[in-house]
């Protein structure tokens, strides 16, 4: 990933290096005269002045996932590896309010649902398109017809198919499934019915397989679905 220096002529401004300050939590750019804070508003002039440390993203690439940077000065692009083995934080957020809360705490990844006393439904499409709009990190949807068991009418399967589609229409990230048959089994039809319907979002497994028949067979059966 990259983000732009925030000037044009970069290449000529005799940087020589581009380092991540970790202790600090800022950009460094090495310079012959010492080290300047990167995007501060106004940009440092010559006399090395910070200003104040504007926050960086680049998609869902925020500061704290940077592990190293390097300075293309061909492009005048700051090249970002970020750390793949850090552990992302999800919050379960029963409204926007609390979605947005997560957000400014920190969090990685938000999953949007309702009535979380009851063990989580599905949110209101308006709550989904209005957490959409405003969310700059991911946003996982809970799709579940209804509290209770986990099983499904062929009604409240093709409820939850739709609003599926909806969070591919909303653009969404990805959605959280799961159902079981009478017998406490992995509901195979069903979850391929709703992971079509996903298309290329994510799919994750929810809470229903806290209450399966048999924890081992049902991992394979959800490994199985892809």
């Not at 969310?135 to 986990?150: D, W, Y």
């Not at 969404?172 to 039809?189: F, P, Q, R, S, Y």
């Not at 497994?205 to 081992?216: E, G, I, L, S, T």
Request: charged share 25%; glycine share 12%.
């Amino acid at each position: 990933a990259s983000f732009d220096l925030g000037f044009a002529d970069a290449g000529n401004k005799g940087f020589e290096g581009i380092a991540w300050d970790s202790r600090n939590e800022r950009v460094l750019l090495g310079k012959e005269r010492g080290p300047l804070c990167l995007f501060s508003l106004p940009f440092p002039g010559e006399d090395g002045a910070a200003g104040t440390l504007e926050p960086l993203s680049s998609g869902h690439l925020f500061l704290r996932d940077i592990s190293s940077l390097t300075y293309d000065a061909r492009t005048g692009h700051a090249l970002v590896l970020s750390d793949e083995s850090r552990l992302l934080l999800e919050i379960a957020a029963n409204s926007v309010e609390s979605a947005l809360a997560a957000q400014a705490g920190g969090a990685d990844r938000v999953e949007l649902c309702a009535n979380l006393g009851e063990g989580g439904t599905t949110p209101s499409f308006g709550s989904i398109a209005f957490a959409r709009d405003r969310l700059r990190i991911p946003l996982h949807v809970l799709v579940r017809a209804r509290a209770g068991v986990f099983t499904c009418s062929p009604a409240e399967l093709e409820a939850m198919r739709r609003d599926v589609e909806a969070c591919v229409r909303l653009g969404c990230d990805g959605v959280v499934i799961g159902l079981l048959d009478i017998a406490g089994h992995v509901d195979l039809a069903g979850c391929r019915v709703l992971i079509e319907a996903a298309g290329g979002l994510d799919v994750t497994f929810h809470r229903a397989f806290d209450v399966v028949a048999d924890r081992a067979a049902a991992m394979e059966r959800i490994i199985g679905l892809g």
